[in-house]
């Protein structure tokens, strides 16, 4: 079945470095990728998409490129901030079955500090 | 806010009962989705309706059920509860099927004694 990978945290960063948090998956078919995230006592928000290989999804600073040839999509920020202190999900949906609920990751605590 | 909205917020009863939690969808969303959020297992899906049919089912176990009733609500049912039931459940919307973006509401905490 579907699947995700990702590291698990937490991850802790000074605020203005570099973050990488990687994601791989193993699918059937042609999946959609997404990374939602959530912060502390809400629900989970769409951070970026990507719908197929190549494909780069950026938002708010926040970039992943789905790579089909290594089933990755990484996330990355140049510079981040205190604010961007939460829980990140990397998730993948393929709709395979007809199924169009959302396969996760286990999320990656990030924490950035001042 | 995403514009899906979930009652109650918090929920706390005893191992054997019964609870109901509830979804409204985004406006004009027509597929809706319940997820369990639990430390061990998580992130899982649970199940999928479409415009009032059932279309998925993931990881949902026997003792829960769920229905989307004419004006697009959702419930979520749990039955002789036990400890293990305890978590953070979601439920998302969506417009279309497939890789449509879904939108989460903000989550019901049920928490079994």
């Known amino acids: 079945g579907d699947s995700v990978t990702q590291m698990e945290g937490p991850v802790t960063l000074s605020e203005e470095a570099f973050l990488t948090i990687n994601c791989t998956y193993t699918?059937?078919?042609?999946?959609?990728l997404f990374w939602y995230v959530q912060y502390p006592g809400e629900g989970l928000q769409l951070l970026l998409k990507a719908t197929k290989a190549d494909d780069k999804g950026s938002n708010k600073g926040f970039e992943a490129t789905y790579r089909k040839e290594t089933t990755s999509f990484h996330l990355e920020k140049g510079s981040v901030q205190v604010s961007d202190s939460a829980v990140y999900f990397c998730?993948?949906?393929?709709?395979?079955?007809?199924?169009?609920?959302?396969?996760f990751g286990k999320g990656t605590h990030l924490i950035i500090q001042p | 806010d995403s514009g899906v909205t979930q009652t109650p917020k918090h929920l706390i009863t005893a191992t054997g009962q019964r609870v109901t939690l509830r979804c409204s969808p985004r406006?004009?969303?027509?597929?809706v989705y319940w997820y369990q959020q639990s430390l061990d297992q998580g992130l899982q899906f649970l199940i999928q309706?479409?415009?009032?049919?059932?279309?998925a089912k993931g990881n949902i176990l026997e003792r829960f059920s769920a229905q989307q009733f004419p004006d697009l609500h959702s419930e979520l049912n749990l039955s002789s509860l036990e400890l293990g039931d305890s978590a953070l459940y979601f439920c998302?919307?969506?417009?279309?099927?497939?890789?449509?973006?879904?939108?989460f509401g903000p989550g019901t905490r049920l928490t079994v004694l």
């Open positions: 998730a993948l949906s393929d709709g395979g079955g007809g199924a169009d609920g959302l396969t």
């Open positions: 998302a919307s969506s417009s279309l099927l497939g890789t449509d973006t879904q939108y």
């Open positions: 309706y479409y415009n009032g049919e059932e279309r």
């Open positions: 699918a059937t078919g042609y999946p959609s």
């Open positions: 406006s004009g969303d027509l597929s």
